[in-house]
């Protein structure tokens, strides 16, 4: 049995079925880690939605910004920008189950045994392991429950960008979402830095990728992450990035998280 994260798909169903072969995929005996996005911008989001969701137990996946953003929509088109590759999702006979199915799962997993961490984001530095899981809980039982929909109004935005425990309400909510799902960069005195999208390097000269903080509480986890298209591998930081681009015309990037950590690559038409 292997266990292999994936990047985001962002609905390139046909990429994600040829990295599954690559890496010799067996189903029933496999698990997938998924580091969200799942849908968006890619032509196939109905057909990855349906096949993720099929796996059942043999896959753990966690939100993303595009599958928040989804779950929204889903509930006040209005929501829908003029980018999205949604209509097909929406209007699928089975758009309730697999929305509902996509809305409960996690912000964030943590494996002790195998020691890796998965967002689909980042983690700011003033959260440790404890304090991410238990904002991450916070906001999927909220997604999960009956206050869904006050939830999703209020995730839109950029403030807060500094973390303080005594948050509370639409602040506290936003800035657990735009952590955990949008964070690429953090200023040097740890707040939320969500304007920033290119590639390190690019960045102002106030600002550093949220794993280079030298303060982080969140030293020496092991992290698997999305997100950031342009972000290329970090040897020797505990921090695995794999969206590389699909969508983009870029790949779709596998990393094995049991035996011999090999990662995995299928080239993307985007």
């Not at 809305?103 to 980042?122: F, I, K, N, Q, S």
């Not at 904002?135 to 939830?151: S, T």
């Not at 964070?183 to 740890?190: E, H, S």
């Not at 040897?235 to 950590?261: E, F, H, I, K, S």
């Amino acid at each position: 049995m292997a266990v292999f994260a994936i990047g985001d798909i962002q609905g390139c169903h046909d990429s994600l079925l040829r990295l599954l072969d690559r890496i010799r995929y067996t189903p029933n005996d496999d698990t997938l880690w998924f580091c969200g996005d799942l849908v968006n911008r890619g032509a196939g989001s109905l057909e990855t939605l349906r096949f993720v969701r099929g796996l059942d137990a043999g896959a753990i996946t966690v939100l993303g910004n595009h599958d928040l953003h989804l779950v929204a929509a889903a509930r006040d088109p209005a929501l829908l920008r003029p980018t999205d590759t949604l209509d097909a999702v929406l209007a699928a006979d089975d758009a309730p189950e697999l929305i509902d199915w996509l809305r409960c799962r996690p912000l964030l997993h943590h494996d002790a045994e195998l020691g890796y961490t998965m967002v689909h984001a980042g983690l700011p530095p003033a959260w440790d392991l404890a304090t991410a899981s238990r904002c991450a809980r916070e906001v999927e039982a909220l997604l999960a429950g009956p206050e869904v929909d006050v939830l999703l109004q209020q995730m839109y935005g950029d403030e807060p960008t500094e973390w303080d425990e005594s948050l509370v309400g639409t602040d506290r909510i936003r800035y657990i979402v735009n952590a955990l799902t949008r964070l690429r960069y953090v200023t040097r005195d740890g707040r939320l830095a969500l304007a920033h999208k290119g590639a390190p390097g690019t960045q102002p000269e106030d600002c550093v990728p949220w794993f280079e903080h030298p303060d982080r509480l969140h030293k020496g986890l092991h992290i698997v992450f999305g997100h950031w298209s342009t972000l290329q591998r970090q040897p020797g930081q505990g921090v695995y990035p794999l969206d590389t681009g699909c969508v983009w015309g870029g790949q779709l990037t596998a990393l094995r998280l049991d035996g011999d950590g090999s990662w995995y690559s299928v080239p993307c038409s985007g």
